[in-house]
């Protein structure tokens, strides 16, 4: 490999983390001298000194690459030729292992969500990329309306299309409905091998042994979404789905299973600490992301949009809701919107919520009323919450608290922020609190 096939693998691998994005002259000096291994001021020009390279573009640049594909390993001047040849390798060694097989590149089962109106999301997608062509196993979960499905989708299609992808084949599979493991992996199965030949005749014929065996000489995507449906359960249902995880991660597959929910789950994130999981909590858009967002909808009044996205904690399902009554009441003003105070939501929104909510324990429940109810809408600390609590009922146990907090802060119930003693403090979000006050009356009531 010699410099320019770097710069090329390097471009290759920008384009596709960061939408076109190419190394510009002054970078390229940079990586140049990294690659020859010699000071910023052999390289320099009269337009690009060694100071300007060395403070100013190389600090930035290392900073980038390590973000595109360095994985938790901080790429830098004088390890950078080492890692691009050994991700170069790591590559080809991928590519020549490849089977070639007819109707490659093709969505199996479902239908990905359309991509209309995404947007932001670069660095999330790069991650998954990444984690798409190294890892095992992805889990990505956040919130109702946070846009997992989309962001999935996006990197299917990403994945499709990119020439460094090692798979050939993606299936889209939603299992909101609950299917058992073996109902699952039949159709799955079936997707993969319509003709129902063995891939390896000397095993035992199990239709889960079988699926594995085609997952390790076929690099294939699997994204399961809607999983919360699965993993919410206590049962041999749920039980049989992290098996099945579990052995999908142990196999030395080729394949990826991409497991998309609404909340983590405890064995889930025991798996991410291995090497070979990527595990992402997707949070609400970053400004400029939102704000493109409420530009496409043709809202007015862009000094007021930062406060509209804080409503809604970047959340775009709940901007897209918002700003379509917006443009119906106010006529696409957001000021007039936000001068009545009001947190509004639409009612599919609003009842997946409820939803959630109803199927959550007792005390879940009550921490959840108790911060809703709060009068100054301000975060509690843990002793305040313990003290609400123990005013309903005198019972309750700070462990049996604190494990509930902790189950709510993971699955974006609760919003966990720190004080100027660095002590926790909890709260709940806008929608969330309208979620709570507006609940139906016989929800919430039981005790613990």
């Not at 994005?21 to 052999?42: I, Q, S």
């Not at 970047?314 to 006529?331: H, K, M």
């Not at 929104?349 to 324990?361: D, P, Y």
């Amino acid at each position: 490999m010699d410099f320019e096939q770097s710069i090329d693998f390097v471009n290759e691998h920008l384009e596709a983390a960061k939408a076109g994005r190419r190394v510009t002259e002054p970078e390229r000096l940079v990586l140049k001298a990294a690659w020859e291994k010699f000071h910023y001021g052999e390289v320099a020009t009269e337009t690009n000194n060694s100071d300007y390279l060395r403070c100013r573009v190389a600090p930035e640049l290392w900073r980038l690459l390590t973000d595109v594909f360095g994985h938790g390993e901080k790429i830098k001047k004088s390890n950078y030729r080492a890692f691009v040849e050994w991700r170069f390798k790591q590559l080809e060694l991928h590519s020549e292992g490849l089977p070639s097989v007819g109707n490659t590149r093709q969505v199996l089962g479902g239908h990905p969500p359309e991509l209309t109106g995404f947007c932001g999301r670069e660095t999330e997608l790069m991650q998954l990329f990444s984690a798409a062509l190294e890892r095992r196993c992805i889990f990505l979960h956040g919130p109702v309306g946070i846009g997992k499905s989309a962001l999935a989708s996006r990197l299917v299609k990403r994945l499709q299309t990119d020439r460094l992808s090692k798979y050939q084949t993606f299936i889209w599979k939603s299992i909101h409905y609950g299917p058992s493991l073996e109902e699952l992996v039949t159709e799955l199965l079936s997707l993969v091998n319509p003709q129902g030949r063995l891939t390896n005749p000397n095993l035992p014929k199990t239709v889960t042994s079988e699926f594995i065996e085609h997952l390790k000489r076929y690099p294939c995507l699997v994204v399961l979404d809607g999983a919360e449906g699965i993993f919410r359960q206590d049962n041999q249902v749920h039980k049989d789905y992290v098996d099945f995880i579990r052995r999908l991660i142990q196999e030395q597959t080729q394949s990826c299973p991409v497991i998309v929910g609404q909340e983590p789950f405890s064995e889930i994130l025991a798996m991410g600490r291995e090497a070979r999981v990527k595990v992402m909590h997707l949070g609400g858009l970053e400004q400029p992301a939102a704000k493109e967002l409420l530009k496409l909808n043709k809202l007015l009044d862009p000094d007021h949009w930062g406060e509209l996205i804080q409503k809604y904690r970047g959340n775009p399902l709940a901007l897209e809701i918002v700003s379509n009554r917006i443009q119906e009441f106010f006529g696409g003003s957001v000021e007039g919107f936000l001068k009545y105070h009001s947190t509004w939501m639409g009612s599919p929104f609003l009842s997946v919520l409820q939803e959630q909510f109803a199927s959550m324990s007792a005390i879940e429940q009550q921490i959840m009323i108790r911060l809703a109810e709060s009068k100054d809408k301000q975060p509690h600390s843990l002793d305040s919450l313990l003290l609400q609590l123990r005013e309903k009922v005198e019972e309750v146990s700070s462990s049996a608290v604190i494990e509930s907090l902790k189950i709510l802060v993971d699955r974006s119930f609760v919003e966990r922020t720190l004080d100027a003693e660095k002590k926790s403090q909890f709260g709940l979000t806008p929608t969330i609190r309208k979620c709570i006050l507006t609940r139906p009356i016989n929800l919430g009531k039981e005790q613990f």
